[in-house]
């Protein structure tokens, strides 16, 4: 029998500002997860933060895009907002964008990544959750987790690793997908996801169609037309034996690479890997964080996750994300570290233009 796993989030309030999601807020929505768990609907749950965002991780048997568990998530957020009302706290409600749930919370403001599998003798499963920037920060890091035998010594050394993987790349303007495959195609696939902001790996499979990896990719300012707060983005990764191992899915994120999503949604900032405990990004709105949970699922039941970047090994990447911070900051409001306009068309950068339209002259 298969075992879907979903993992949907939103920010429906934080304090101070858009740090870190209220310990109220967590109890409402594990209290309602457990109701649904002991109803039958759930197998199992588990509710964490990542910086501002809520997230629900959820085990069922009703496959994705079930209209029951969207609606049980859509309810939970609401039921959370409205803590988040009460209390006062800050952007409450933010990422609920519609008004009534219609059957799906894609397209609704929240994010979500599913992924339905038959579960293996031992699965392994690591979900990643960022704060502060975009679904398109997830593309180095699939790239070199699935593509990059630098990083991912099976793709090498592991027969069942050794024939690669195929991509699924989202255009998120145009509206189009493609799969291309790796190791065959791996410079029309970096041609595309050179380009974050626009190209994002939706999904990963293995060569015989076995889901290796799926990400969430709403973009809320995409949905709203205007700068609501950022996309914060989840990632699953199945590990071991077909797939690369917990080190080879780890191994990336100890280069804090440069992501979209600091400060207002409007800067570009090393992505730093964090424990669940040191995940609330104050400095500069930033610099974007992301933790990492290690389950093993057991016949749909989330066996208690280890905090995968809890590891003094990480240390020099955060230290590393700290000195690139000091030194983009140098840069002040200037790009690079500033994005560049057609990302900032959402932001509240024209409403500041369009006072200067009328002192234009011709030259
Ligand atoms: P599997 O082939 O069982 O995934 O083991 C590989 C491994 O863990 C090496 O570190
Ligand atoms: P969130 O998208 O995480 O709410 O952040 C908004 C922001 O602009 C912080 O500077
Ligand atoms: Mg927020
Ligand atoms: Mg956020």
Not at 80 to 86: E, L, V, W, Y
Not at 197 to 222: M, N, P
Not at 288 to 297: A, D, E, K, Y
Request: net charge positive; charged share 25%; with cysteine.
């Amino acid at each position: 029998m298969k075992v879907t796993v979903s993992v949907i989030k939103a920010d429906i309030g934080s304090h101070p500002g858009h740090q870190r999601v209220h310990p109220k807020t967590l109890e409402q929505a594990r209290k309602s997860l457990q109701k649904a768990k002991r109803s039958g609907k759930l197998i199992d749950f588990y509710v964490t933060h990542a910086g501002d965002d809520l997230e629900l991780i959820m085990t069922h048997r009703k496959g994705e895009n079930n209209r029951e568990i969207h609606k049980l998530a859509w309810n939970t957020f609401e039921a959370c907002t409205k803590i988040a009302k009460r209390l006062k706290l800050y952007g409450a409600g933010q990422d609920l964008l519609a008004n009534t749930f219609s059957g799906n919370v894609r397209g609704m403001g929240p994010g979500a990544s599913e992924i339905e599998f038959k579960e293996r003798k031992s699965e392994p499963l690591l979900i990643f959750m960022a704060d502060k920037t975009e679904p398109g920060a997830w593309n180095y890091i699939l790239y070199k987790i699935f593509a990059d035998p630098f990083n991912t010594a099976g793709l090498v050394i592991a027969p069942n690793l050794h024939d690669g993987f195929v991509f699924e790349v989202h255009d998120l303007i145009g509206h189009k997908k493609i799969k291309l495959s790796a190791p065959e195609e791996i410079y029309d696939i970096l041609a595309l996801i050179g380009t974050p902001s626009r190209y994002v790996i939706k999904r990963v499979y293995t060569k015989s169609g076995e889901i290796a990896a799926s990400t969430s990719t709403d973009r809320l300012s995409l949905i709203a037309g205007k700068y609501v707060g950022k996309d914060d983005p989840v990632m699953m990764v199945r590990a071991q034996h077909d797939f690369p191992a917990v080190g080879e899915c780890v191994e990336p994120f100890a280069m804090p690479h440069l992501v979209a999503g600091g400060m207002r949604g409007s800067h570009n900032m090393p992505l730093m890997p964090v424990s669940e405990k040191d995940n609330h990004p104050t400095r500069f709105d930033g610099p974007p964080r992301v933790i990492g949970l290690g389950f093993q699922i057991s016949k749909g039941t989330l066996l208690s996750p280890v905090d995968l970047f809890d590891d003094v090994a990480f240390d020099r990447a955060r230290e590393k994300a700290s000195e690139i911070t000091d030194y983009l900051r140098l840069h002040g409001p200037l790009m690079p570290h500033r994005l560049p306009p057609e990302e900032m068309e959402y932001t509240t950068l024209p409403h500041v233009l369009e006072k200067l339209k009328k002192r234009f002259k011709k030259m």
